[in-house]
């Protein structure tokens, strides 16, 4: 306990020292804003932002959309938590996307999104994000804004090496955080050296629509794999991985993890293993993993469990996988935009290691190798270290890069992004931020092309910040103008949830493609209705099936008679409507879930069980039009024992009757 | 051959244009839309600007009680026969008969044209005021008949929170060159014929 007290103390000092020769200059928090920042950020009403920010809501489990130079929050998508406020996890339909091989798993913690690319390029049609908690990829449509797609990562857990994609969009990766028994099983936990594994999982990209697959997954040793990088440009077909813990710890860890002086980047060479793979490398494994996709025609989700993953043994593919030494727990392991410079940030270092993919191709040609780690050779230090980054603040995090030569690194402890020369690993600016940053985030950062105008800080800490709204106060991202050669503090503006890392690209990459509505007459929704003619409800048992549809402003049928207590009522919601931004809501009285919000074109599903007889009201949740409030109806809920037969009419006719004479 | 006949023929062809493109458009401009309405006007249907416009009139107009825009009419069963032998007759006397004849065809025309834009007066008067007693909305004039909603025959004009808008297109321009060149065909014939 001792020895933790005495490193804590001579951390703190560490920071004071750091902080009085050159850190971040400690005048006044409010004044760091220049003259002209508010020009730079201002919007005029009705303009429209540059750049989309997708961040990260980290523990609220979605993706947040924001403009940049703004800072408006303009949505945010649900992934892998439930959210009331779309129906997502609630609506019949959406329900299956939350599905997991431990059943419907309503949250989850989503950590980096990254945007798909085209030649090195962010192209803007999908989002990739992985959840930590329960090992997933998700992704989002760049078109709809919606989640289509979620896969369970097997063997893994901690899924925090991912979503990064490579730069044609081959691959997204995931990597376990935590090494775990690979299969599961029951045994010791002190037994964890040597018997826990970390798995590497390359999902394939389907480059039409984008589907994922798992294509194969390394059974690496079992390190943490804490975050990775494609490699791009002479790099491609690279990815590297940090790790820490390569002490295989597994008690106290904040200590027994961290003895080593070096942990390692993994560096696994995609292209070869894959290669291995399609000539029938690998061994099939049995696994348990959903795979949730959405339809856009159906407007319905599938969920299918998957039962084995093929596996690859480090082993059996000689020359894949090397260990490049990297100073003490790295966390982010970041690649810079022409694939030369792997930088790893020493968490618990002063100094940061700079990687040279050139030097690391050397030392594999010339066996440079310092022993091996189960059999995976291990490049000595010297021989693929560029350089190191010394004394350049406490507590490195992550690295972005702009076209200009230039790393911005963020310091967790000392609370600043540094701004330095990969050539020369000079520093050449610090800018202090509000407080305890994680990420930060360049448009295209993780391409070959940075957008490099802006950088955004993600913070963990915002205390006097923000008005104070209770003990839990916002988190927040600071918008920086990094065109010149200092970096200048732009904007603060709040985010949901935990910021935790963001994807930034120009709208015009998205903006014009953006959907408005869905074609009534191409939704194949078993229930969907196309107009107030086809909607009806029919009993089944003691399950009702309304087909109803919603207009501007009306429900059809909107008096329904003959439900009984006891009886499962399903409303399949339809939203006639082919006109941009005129979405229906509809909930209903003691209905145990959430409301729907319906798109136009759109069919959704909700559930209600009656318990009480009554005249029982429904009504439209989104103030759609001037006759909103009118737009409601009403089911008569009889005794279990009533006789009463289904009837339902819209101003008091059967709908679809009349046409039919 | 002469050109007045070359003028009288290519005139009276031009008005083939109108089963090409679009006669007409009337555009609904409102705050909540800042894409605008649209609903083109064919000698053989109607069509949306853009893909649902007319749908969407339909929704809007339903408060005030105004019917549903057709999805036909008998017109587009009667225009085309009619541009249809107006062209080849003109055609036809273009190519055979005396000039003073292109006068004649030209007078027919008009009248038929004007014909036309009465019919469409018509249509549009009992569209703007041939309201649903059971309307949501009832609105009336200061003088407190009850407010019609007729789009303009020609021009803009503001129907409450809409301004609309009736202005020809490429069709119409096609058989008002090709009118004025039948027109002119005659001049020309005349002079032609004195000389
Ligand atoms: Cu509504």
Known sequence: ?661 | MKKSRLLMMVGSFLLLGLFIFPLWNITLEAPQYPIPLGMDIYITKFQDTHEFDIKNINLMNHYVGMQYIPDTIPEFKIFPIVIGVMAFLGMFIGFKANYKWFLGWFVLMSILGIAGMYDFYLWEYDYGHNLDPKAIMNFKNPDGSVMGFQPPLFGTKDILNFTAHSYPLVGAYFMFVGMFMTFIAFFLGKKEASN
């Open chain 1, 1 to 661: 306990m001792k020895t933790i007290l005495k490193s804590i103390f001579s951390l703190t000092i560490a920071a004071a020292f750091l902080v009085s020769c050159g850190g971040p200059s400690k005048k006044s928090n409010k004044g760091a804003v220049s003259g002209n920042a508010a020009e730079k950020v201002y919007v005029a009403p009705g303009e429209h932002d540059s750049h989309y920010a997708f961040v990260s809501g980290g523990f609220s489990g979605q993706l947040a959309v924001y403009g940049l130079p703004s800072g408006r929050l303009f949505r945010v998508i649900p992934v892998f938590s439930q959210d009331p406020e779309k129906a997502y996890g609630y609506s019949e339909e959406t329900k299956p996307m939350l599905q997991t091989s431990h059943g419907f798993v309503p949250w989850g913690d989503s950590h980096h999104p990254d945007i798909s690319q085209t030649n090195g390029s962010v192209d803007g049609r999908w989002v990739f994000i992985n959840e930590n908690n329960t090992p997933r990829i998700a992704r989002i449509s760049l078109e709809t804004f919606e989640t289509e797609e979620i896969i369970e990562i097997p063997n893994s857990a901690g899924n925090h090496s991912s979503s990064f994609v490579t730069e044609n969009s081959e691959y997204v990766v995931a990597g376990t955080r935590f090494a775990v028994p690979f299969p599961q099983r029951d045994m010791s936990i002190s037994d964890m050296k040597g018997n826990f594994s970390g798995a590497l999982s390359f999902l394939s990209i389907d480059p039409d629509h984008g589907n994922m697959e798992i294509k194969f997954q390394i059974k690496m040793p079992g390190f943490n794999y804490d975050l990775s990088h494609p490699g791009r440009g002479k790099s491609h077909g690279w990815f590297f991985f940090s790790t820490y813990n390569t002490e295989e710890a597994n008690t106290l860890m904040e200590v027994n993890a961290s003895q080593n002086d070096k942990d390692f980047i993994a560096a696994i060479n995609w292209k070869k293993i894959e290669e291995y793979v399609n000539n029938g490398g690998g061994k099939k494994m049995p696994a348990k993993y959903a795979h949730n996709t959405w339809s856009d025609e159906t407007h319905t989700a599938t969920h299918v469990m998957q039962k084995e993953v093929l596996v690859v043994e480090p082993k059996d593919v000689p020359g894949a996988i090397y260990f490049l030494p990297t100073a003490k727990s790295p966390h982010g392991c970041d690649v810079d935009p022409t694939g030369e410079y792997i930088i790893g940030n020493g968490k618990l270092a002063a100094a940061m290691t700079v990687h040279s993919f050139t030097k690391m191709q050397k030392a594999i040609e010339d066996k440079a190798f310092d022993g091996e780690a189960y059999g995976i050779p291990i490049i000595k230090f010297d021989a693929v270290n560029y350089g190191t980054l010394d004394q350049p603040g406490l507590g490195p995090l992550h690295t972005e890069f702009d076209t200009r030569g230039n790393g911005y690194t963020t310091f967790f402890i000392s609370s600043e992004v540094v701004k330095w020369n990969i050539k020369d690993l000079k520093v050449i600016d610090r800018h202090p931020v509000y407080y305890s940053v994680g990420h930060l985030m360049i448009p295209g950062g993780n391409s070959r092309t940075p957008d490099d105008k802006y950088m955004v800080a993600m913070n963990k800490i915002t205390k006097d910040r923000y008005l104070p709204t209770g003990p839990e106060v916002c988190q927040s991202a600071q918008l920086f103008d990094i065109s010149g050669e200092k970096m200048e503090l732009l904007l603060d503006f709040p985010t949901i949830g935990e910021p935790h890392y963001a994807a930034g690209i120009a709208a015009e990459k998205i903006a014009p493609k953006s959907k408005k509505i869905y074609k009534l007459n191409e939704n194949k929704h078993h229930y969907a209705v196309t107009n107030e003619g086809e909607t009806n409800v029919v009993r089944k048992g003691n399950e009702v099936h309304i087909k109803m549809s919603m207009i501007r402003s009306h429900f059809s049928p909107d008096n329904i008679e003959g439900v009984k207590v006891g009886d499962k009522v399903f409303f399949h919601v339809t939203n006639l409507e082919q006109d941009y931004d005129v979405p229906h809501g509809i909930s209903m009285i003691g209905a145990n879930t959430s409301e729907l919000l319906i798109m136009p074109g759109r069919t959704a599903t909700f559930t209600w069980e009656p318990k009480q007889v009554g005249v029982w009201p429904f009504y439209c949740t989104d103030f759609c039009s001037a006759l909103h409030q009118e737009m409601q109806g009403y089911i008569r809920v009889s005794p279990k024992s009533s006789d009463i037969k289904i009837s339902y009419t819209l101003d008091g006719d059967v709908p679809g009757e009349d046409e039919e004479e």
